[in-house]
């Protein structure tokens, strides 16, 4: 799964490792980059504190999503993310099937799609599975917010 940015621990450790190497390149404004590094790290702590407040009581709970983006996320929280696609290619019949199966067994509450994607068939197999419908930007500029967005959807009650 190459969306690593989707976890915040996997972002503190891309946000390290940059901090290293913009050292290496430019060591006479460490004080500036060092003051920024800290800054922004500390956001991360807080960001970890609230999802994993948000999100505690919902561990082992799953989530329906139709392109597998949300690995590491669901990994930090001890959620089960259940996708529709897999490896980039729209499934058969047998395999849509057996994700939709593996999905109503789940019972999750939130089917997660990114708009780029066939939304017909996101609503008829959000339908099929008993979830409600949510689009979601991992590419978001504002972070930050898409995963409070995420959090909150996962953490919501499904109003029946």
Same mark, same amino acid.
């Given at each position: ?29 460490? &004080? ?6 800290? #800054?922004?790290?500390?956001e991360? !702590? ?12 919902? *561990?082992?709970?799953? =989530?329906?999503?139709? $392109?597998?983006?949300l690995?590491?996320f #669901? !990994?930090?929280?001890?959620?089960? *993310? ?11 019949? !047998? *395999?849509?099937?057996? $994700? ?8 999750? $509450?939130? =089917? =997660? ?7 017909? *068939? ?14 979601? &930007? ?14 909150? #959807?996962?953490?919501?009650? !499904? #109003?029946?």
């Amino acid at each position: 799964d190459p969306h690593v940015w989707t976890s915040v621990e996997n972002a503190k450790i891309i946000v390290e490792n940059m901090y290293k190497s913009v050292l290496e390149l430019d060591s006479s404004n460490k &004080n500036y980059y060092t003051k920024r590094y800290e #800054a922004l790290m500390n956001e991360l !702590r807080v960001l970890e504190c609230e999802l994993d407040s948000i999100l505690e009581p919902k *561990q082992g709970t799953a =989530f329906a999503v139709w $392109h597998p983006s949300l690995s590491y996320f #669901a !990994r930090d929280y001890a959620l089960n *993310q259940v996708s529709i696609e897999s490896e980039g290619k729209e499934a058969s019949a !047998r *395999q849509l099937k057996s $994700h939709i199966d593996e999905a109503k067994s789940l019972a999750p $509450h939130v =089917f =997660f799609y990114q708009k780029e994607y066939d939304s017909r *068939q996101v609503e008829l197999i959000s339908k099929e599975i008993g979830t409600e419908l949510l689009p979601i &930007n991992i590419m978001n500029y504002e972070w930050k917010q898409e995963m409070y967005d995420i959090a909150a #959807a996962l953490a919501s009650e !499904r #109003a029946d």
